[in-house]
Each structure stands twice: as structure tokens, then as C-alpha cells.
T-cell receptor
Framework: DGGITQSPKYLFRKEGQNVTLSCEQN?????MYWYRQDPGQGLRLIYY???????QKGDIAEGYSVSREKKESFPLTVTSAQKNPTAFYLCASSDPGEVYEQYFGPGTRLTVT | EDKVVQSPLSLVVHEGDTVTLNCSYE??????LLWYKQEKKAPTFLFMLTSSGIEKKSGRLSSILDKKELFSILNITATQTGDSAIYLCASFTSGTYKYIFGTGTRLKVLA
């Protein structure tokens, strides 16, 4: 089955700790994305990557970091510098060819107290 | 600055009603407009529109794009309680390969 997996589904952390969210895809897509969603809000772009070993900041990159060492994987680290990290995090991928549909993982709900 | 604006922000209707959700966009290098349905988890894909005036249809849902006026609408006829969700639209821009999302329309369908 092709798709995107994110783990864990729920994550709890104490303030001041860094935490890494996993995102893996087996769709052979070049582009991968991380979004943050707050209650009652749309999706805001954190980081995106069009190709391995390259990534760009989105609209709200401060306090986050990513890596793209493999095509299949795009982990997101929420650092202690992120002022309000509690949110729902969604990973997505797309194939920037003729069809631009974006596929989403199931999401990780992060709670920081 | 690129932006996507959805209206209304929320909507409450009764089963059987028809609803129209609006999405306007101002983006550079526009390539396509996408609609998603989100029910407490990851968004699920509904439609992708690239050409003006061509309606996409799936059951009771349909959508159309107007590239001259820079907007799209999503219609849902004979609404059911299962249609209750947040409906998101997003524009895809070529060159940067970014998707810009609107804030969504929260639809609640009452039995």
C-alpha cells in the first residue's frame, strides 16, 4: 500500500524539550511538506523540500528544523525556541509533474506543557 | 503576498439543503486549485481544477474554477450529516511548488 506515515499519532512533551516528528512516504514523490494546523485554522506551511538534500522555509519556520537526507523521509524537529508548539502537524508529499495533487499523512497531535 | 481566502468561515444548514463554498485567490504563477475535506484528521482530496469553466463533479459535490475572476466554488447538493467537516481550498504555484491554503469553511449539517 502506498502512502504517507507519521508517527507518533499523539505526542506529549515538557516545555524546553526538543521533539522530532517522523514522516515517511513510499509514493516515490520528490516534494514533501510540513504544515501546522491550530484549532479552527487552515494549514500553515512550516518547511518544504522539492528534492533530497534541499529544503526551503515556509511561512512559519521559526523554531523548527528539518532534514531531507533520503527521498522517503522528511523529519521535523520542534525546538525549544518554538514559542507555542502545541498543534496538529501534518506531513504531505506531491509529485511535481503534470498532476499536482498533494497527499497527506494522518498527522501528529503534539501537546507541550 | 500570495493569499487564498475562503468564505464563509462557518455555515450551519439542515439536511437536504444545498451549500456553496467560496474560494478566492491572489497568487503568482498559479497552476491549480485544490479542494479538500477534513474531518478531525488529515485532509482528504476532493478536486483539482486547472482550467476555467470546466466543472468537476463527484456525486453530490461539484466544483468550478474561474481563472479570470480568480475564484472557485464548491457546491454540495442534498447535504447529509456526513458532509459536516472543514472544507479547505489551496492554490498550487509552479516554480516554488508551494500550496497556499485558505483558513477553511466549517460546515455543520443538522439532521
Amino acid at each position: 500500500d502506498g502512502g504517507i506515515t507519521q508517527s507518533p499519532k499523539y505526542l506529549f512533551r515538557k516545555e524546553g524539550q526538543n521533539v522530532t516528528l517522523s514522516c515517511e512516504q513510499n509514493l516515490n514523490h520528490d516534494a514533501m511538506y510540513w504544515y501546522r494546523q491550530d484549532p479552527g485554522q487552515g494549514l500553515r506551511l512550516i518547511y518544504y523540500s522539492q528534492i533530497v538534500n534541499d529544503f526551503q522555509k515556509g511561512d512559519i519556520a521559526e523554531g523548527y528544523s528539518v532534514s531531507r537526507e533520503k527521498k522517503e523521509s522528511f523529519p521535523l524537529t520542534v525546538t525549544s525556541a518554538q514559542k507555542n508548539p502545541t498543534a496538529f502537524y501534518l506531513c504531505a508529499s506531491s509529485d511535481p509533474g503534470e498532476v499536482y495533487e498533494q497527499y497527506f499523512g494522518p498527522g501528529t497531535r503534539l501537546t507541550v506543557t | 503576498e500570495d493569499k487564498v481566502v475562503q468564505s464563509p468561515l462557518s455555515l450551519v444548514v439542515h439536511e437536504g439543503d444545498t451549500v456553496t463554498l467560496n474560494c478566492s485567490y491572489e497568487v503568482t504563477n498559479f497552476r491549480s486549485l485544490l479542494w479538500y475535506k477534513q474531518e478531525k484528521k488529515a485532509p482528504t482530496f476532493l478536486f483539482m481544477l486547472t482550467s476555467s469553466g470546466i466543472e468537476k463533479k463527484s456525486g453530490r459535490l461539484s466544483s468550478i474554477l474561474d481563472k479570470k475572476e480568480l475564484f472557485s466554488i464548491l457546491n454540495i447538493t442534498a447535504t447529509q450529516t456526513g458532509d459536516s467537516a472543514i472544507y479547505l481550498c489551496a492554490s498550487f504555484t509552479s516554480g516554488t511548488y508551494k500550496y497556499i491554503f485558505g483558513t477553511g469553511t466549517r460546515l455543520k449539517v443538522l439532521a
